[in-house]
């Protein structure tokens, strides 16, 4: 990506508006990153730092992976079904953390996943992150527990 289009909005539940915009000034890639899903994160380093309120707080990390069932919540900036736009509002979802062995065999035509994936959504579908929600928090009771990485139209979402 180039550093110079890309901005980071802060603040603001709208995605062209409100809160306050930063540059970045470093990508920092997961230092064994290989282009699949797997190690899919990076750090963005700001050219200038977050003012915290109200609206912009650090969230805190979970140390315990979630279990089955566990309800998440989704939030993004992702198309509203497949293959449509995306909102000009942030969206969000509730979903559950699906089992990882059923995640696995509804992946396994796409190479399967990780133990350290864990994917949510709701068995009747219809609930889900899309395209444009990747990089997207996924919270359970306040903490982050992943980071939306890739889903596909029947089945639940990996993160």
Same mark, same amino acid.
């Given at each position: 990506?180039?550093? =110079? !289009?890309?901005?980071?909005?802060?603040?603001? @539940?709208?995605? #062209?508006?409100?809160? @306050?915009?930063?540059?970045?000034?470093? %990508? %920092?890639?997961?230092?064994?990153?290989?282009?699949?899903?797997?190690? &899919?994160?990076? *750090?963005?380093?700001?050219? !200038?730092?977050?003012?915290?309120?109200?609206?912009?707080?650090?969230?805190?990390? $979970?140390?315990?992976?979630?279990?089955?069932? !566990?309800?998440?919540? +989704? $939030?993004?900036?992702?198309? *509203?079904?497949?293959?449509?736009?995306?909102?000009?509002?942030?969206? #969000?979802? #509730?979903? =559950? %953390?699906?089992?990882? #062995?059923?995640? =696995?065999?509804?992946?396994? *035509?796409?190479?399967?996943? $990780?133990?350290?994936? %864990? /994917?949510?959504?709701?068995?009747?579908?219809?609930? &889900?992150?899309?395209?444009?929600? @990747?990089?997207?928090?996924? +919270?359970?009771?306040?903490? *982050?527990?992943? +980071? /939306?990485?890739?889903?596909?139209?029947?089945?639940?979402?990996?993160?």
């Amino acid at each position: 990506h180039d550093l =110079n !289009t890309v901005r980071v909005r802060v603040g603001s @539940s709208f995605r #062209q508006q409100g809160g @306050s915009v930063h540059q970045i000034s470093q %990508i %920092i890639m997961h230092p064994i990153y290989n282009n699949d899903y797997d190690y &899919d994160v990076a *750090l963005l380093r700001m050219s !200038t730092p977050f003012v915290y309120s109200n609206a912009v707080q650090p969230i805190s990390m $979970t140390t315990v992976a979630p279990s089955a069932g !566990t309800a998440v919540v +989704v $939030t993004g900036w992702g198309a *509203l079904f497949a293959g449509g736009y995306s909102p000009s509002q942030l969206q #969000q979802v #509730q979903v =559950n %953390i699906v089992d990882q #062995q059923e995640c =696995n065999r509804n992946y396994r *035509l796409y190479g399967g996943v $990780t133990d350290r994936m %864990i /994917c949510a959504g709701v068995s009747q579908g219809g609930k &889900d992150a899309c395209q444009g929600d @990747s990089g997207g928090p996924l +919270v359970s009771s306040g903490k *982050l527990v992943g +980071v /939306c990485v890739l889903g596909r139209l029947v089945v639940p979402g990996i993160g």
